[in-house]
């Protein structure tokens, strides 16, 4: 990469770190620590909200989505809107009001602390481990673009995070996830705008190619269980992952519990309701149109340098055959597409669109004999999408743009782990160390053991990414992590708000829907990971309710 | 829930808003589809 990207990537690192120290100034008790005094504006506790989720996955492994299978993973987000707008008149009200630290420090004065402590634990489990592969998602891809070891690349997204997040606390994380998110916008409208410019067709034409190739097929209104991508999926499955990682997560409801008020806090989820879905089509159409970019300009075989360097040099004679086949068959697809942009009429049209669709399968099958060739050779699992978008950047992008579009990387992915060591440490110390080892001491004692506690998570961070690079799809590592527990927390929520619901329901009613989720994950492994929010938070509901017997308990704490 | 009637109009408000942004959205996402898929 060229200095002037490296010192752009560098000088923006440097900023993000100072800014965030600064952030410790005033923060002398855990309360301004863990949730600024619940004093900041809705925009900047939205503008979080949306940082969080909008990791580097996002930025590498969903346009590289968009290259690769099109539109058509937006409706993932379908149920986000409709949680949002079910937790702003629900949850948000309900813990927000509590005024707890922790999502699950309210379940203890509902239901019991052996339902708070299974609850926390969970969450401490799925996220530490998520953590880790959201450092290793750009991580791996870093590492082989660069030629860096696995704990250089590691220790440059992890090092500064857990620097500022330690120190400056949630102010830190919140503030600087404002100025990322601007960072990360900035650099994908600018990539747009580029694509546009460097595109040899118009941007109708652009789209009517990508059409053709079914890039731009967005809704698919079949009802499959097996099928993460339908339209009913995203709004039934979608809807309950929301809820559940909106509504129970502690990194996205310590974003919410730092806000002024209620109102605020309604505010802040809106904003994610009001712009993920678009947000997410920005970031598919990118890789859309760096699939129309590569039409008209010749891709690499193989994405993942690495796998190229380890092929070429295995077996030479193979990927040159290979190479050269690649060659031919991305040539006549050039043409087939320059051919479908000429065409005038209807009928001339649907002939040219068969043609390139016939040599864009050609192309995509010699690319997939490279691929078995790279997991022949390397061992490894060869799947190169998560390397589309930054071969692209680095590769086409002018000098300057590459550099901020690769800050913008490592700014997505600070973002998403800041928040969420964040929330780790804080549940670690309100809900373990607060509630069952030292209850009462001087706030300078835990804001030390706070930030003990953001550290250590830290490091298990790191250290869990060092070693997750071979862990398949990185996109559904993350949500399958989650997934495992995620609906079962959400239903002891649900079940929170039923007066009748008492405390053994709630417990074993959340043993009973992770025992669903386990038994439907091995049990019809076909079916997607999305409905298993739907299994976990149905089953605790009715199993606590059932466990809960016929009398009201005590009505729910505010 | 312990919403004051001012709040609760401002939210639904907010809440026709809010549909009212996805639907555009999603019709969209619908003629992008209709319009270049052969």
């Known amino acids: ?558 | 829930m312990n919403t004051s009637p001012p709040e609760a109009d401002r939210f639904r408000r907010t809440l026709v808003r809010v549909m009212t942004v996805q639907l555009i959205t999603l019709l969209l996402l619908g003629w992008l589809q209709i319009a270049f898929t052969p």
């Open chain 1, 1 to 558: 990469m060229h200095p002037i990207n490296w010192l752009i990537v560098i000088g923006w690192i440097g900023y993000i770190v100072i800014d965030g120290v600064r952030r410790a100034k005033g923060t002398r008790e855990i309360e301004g620590y863990f949730l600024a005094n619940r004093s900041l504006p809705w925009w900047a506790v939205g503008l979080s909200v949306m940082a969080t989720q909008l990791s580097a996955i996002t930025m590498i492994g969903t346009t590289g989505q968009g290259a690769t299978d099109g539109m058509r993973f937006v409706q993932f987000y379908f149920g986000l809107p409709i949680a949002m707008v079910i937790l702003g008149v629900t949850l948000v009200p309900l813990i927000r009001g509590a005024k707890v630290y922790t999502a699950y420090e309210y379940l203890e004065r509902r239901f019991d602390a052996r339902t708070r402590s299974l609850t926390a634990f969970l969450f401490l489990l799925s996220r530490g481990m998520s953590c880790g592969t959201i450092i290793a998602a750009p991580a791996v891809v870093f590492s082989a673009i660069f030629g860096w070891n696995m704990g250089l690349s590691v220790a440059l997204i992890g090092v500064p995070t857990v620097l500022y997040t330690m120190i400056g606390g949630v102010q830190a994380v919140t503030w600087v996830d404002v100025k990322q998110m601007f960072l990360i916008v900035g650099a994908l409208l600018a990539v747009v705008v580029t694509l546009l410019i460097q595109l040899p067709v118009s941007p109708t034409d652009a789209l009517h190619v990508a059409g053709a190739a079914g890039r731009l097929r967005v809704y698919d209104f079949s009802f499959s269980l097996s099928n993460t991508y339908t339209f009913w999926s995203g709004v039934i499955g979608g809807t309950f992952l929301m809820l559940s990682y909106f509504g129970t997560d502690q990194s996205q409801v310590q974003r919410y519990l730092t806000a002024r008020s209620v109102d605020e806090a309604r505010s802040s989820l809106l904003m994610s309701a009001y712009w993920k879905i678009p947000l997410q089509a920005l970031v598919l159409l990118i890789g859309v149109l760096v699939f129309t970019f590569y039409l008209f300009a010749r891709p690499p075989l193989l994405f993942n340098p690495a796998h190229d360097r380890a092929v070429r040099a295995a077996l030479p004679a193979a990927y040159a055959e290979l190479e050269s086949r690649y060659v031919a068959e991305v040539t006549a697809r050039d043409l087939a597409a320059r051919d479908l942009t000429k065409a005038e009429d209807t009928p001339a049209k649907a002939v040219a669109a068969q043609r390139f669709k016939q040599r864009v399968d050609q192309v995509e099958s010699v690319r997939s004999e490279a691929l078995a060739l790279a997991s022949q050779v390397t061992g490894q699992q060869s799947k190169d999408v998560n390397y589309i978008i930054p071969r692209f950047v680095l590769d086409h992008l002018p000098i300057g743009l590459a550099g901020i579009f690769i800050a913008a990387i490592l700014a997505a992915a600070m973002n998403a782990v800041a928040a969420e060591l964040n929330s780790l440490a804080t549940a670690s110390v309100i809900d373990f160390y607060k509630r069952w080892v030292r209850n009462e001491a001087p706030d300078a004692h835990f804001l030390a053991v706070s930030r003990a506690a953001t550290g250590f998570w830290g490091i298990f961070a790191c250290v869990v990414a060092t070693f997750a690079a071979n862990l398949g799809s990185l996109i559904e590592v993350v949500n399958r992590f989650g997934s495992f527990f995620y609906g079962s927390i959400l239903g002891v929520f649900l079940l929170a708000m039923i007066p009748r619901a008492r405390g053994t329901g709630a417990f074993i009613g959340l043993i009973a829907g992770m025992c669903a989720v386990g038994a439907v994950n091995f049990g019809a492994p076909s079916v997607s990971f999305l409905w298993h929010n739907v299994v976990g938070a149905v089953t605790v509901v009715v199993v606590g309710v059932l466990l809960s017997g016929g009398r009201a308990a005590a009505p729910a704490a505010t």
